[in-house]
């Protein structure tokens, strides 16, 4: 005589806690739904569309701008937008050389700089970009180089080294920064 199906069956298979197939499938869709909805709004917000900084772009860069080197910025306020605007502007042709995988990957951290929730996971920052104060810049900045995940380290320097590399390049900004420029020979 056999046994029937139900005692064969091994019971400790059922335990509460062991994923089923069902829970598995339903989990993985939930986070790929997350992951391209995040993945989405990254695309929307990147930084360069067409060869130009979008709005987005330039927020995110003006922003870094004045964390990196804002005490060499001019203190009068009119001058000081000035400059900004001039960095940004010498920024787009800088960004426009790089190789197209270094471009994908800059507007890829730009886009995960300017969309709210990303931004907080990545700079602590609670704030949009044009609404922050320099200490909180600072302070996010601080966050971002300090942190122990090596992907938040890796896109402060990152970013920090674009910023950096543009503003010391632009000849302008040399006598802010005072250096007299090269010595003539």
Known sequence: MQAPLSIMADRAIDHPLTPRRRWFLKTALAIGALGASLGGLVYWHRGMREGHLT????SVFRALAIGFVGPMLPQDPARREAVLKAHLDHLEPFLN?????????????VGL????????????LPTDWDSATPAQLAAAFDNMRRHPLPSNRLTYQVVRSITCMTFFAN?????????????DL
């Open 113 to 124: 700089l300017a969309n709210g929730v990303t931004r907080r996971m990545l700079t602590g």
């Open 97 to 109: 050389n790089l190789p197209q995988v270094l471009q994908v990957q800059v507007n890829a951290i």
């Open 171 to 183: 000849s302008d900004h040399w006598s802010l920064t005072g250096y007299p420029g090269p010595v």
């Open 55 to 58: 709005q987005e772009g330039r």
